[in-house]
């Protein structure tokens, strides 16, 4: 059994700043990248942020120069730093990892967590 869970979202005031945090567990055997995906009302899912286990980092351009991507010491966790948040920045936010999990270590498949509300608004 393999869990995501993010925190960290809410309500904030247009310029203000939220950090979303994701934590994985479970019978990982390998973690290749983590990243955080936002839907907004009848909109598709969209990449915001990705962060490669090397550490190698790509952000939507909605949000370049704003958001900045982390993954934590333990490489299990990652990190989305937002400022300067817009109302269009409103949406459920996603955790995604792209891991490898007991038994089956050669392949790799994509992990998402519950989702979290962002609220932008005055």
């Known amino acids: 059994q393999v869990q995501l869970v993010e925190s960290g979202g809410g309500l904030v005031q247009p310029g203000g700043s939220l950090r979303l945090s994701c934590a994985a567990s479970?019978?990982?055997?390998?973690?290749?990248?983590m990243g955080w995906y936002r839907q907004a009302p009848g909109k598709e899912r969209e990449l915001v942020a990705a962060?490669?286990?090397?550490?190698?980092?790509n952000y939507a351009d909605s949000v370049k120069g704003r958001c900045t991507i982390s993954r934590g010491n333990a490489k299990n966790t990652v990190y989305l730093q937002m400022n300067s948040l817009k109302a269009e920045d409103t949406a459920v936010y996603y955790c995604?990892?792209?891991?490898?999990?007991?038994?089956?270590?050669?392949?790799?498949?994509?992990?998402w967590g519950q989702g979290t509300q962002v609220t932008v608004s005055s």
């Open positions: 479970g019978s990982i055997f390998n973690i290749n990248a």
């Open positions: 995604n990892a792209r891991m490898s999990v007991l038994p089956r270590i050669r392949i790799e498949d994509d992990y």
């Open positions: 962060i490669a286990s090397g550490g190698i980092a």
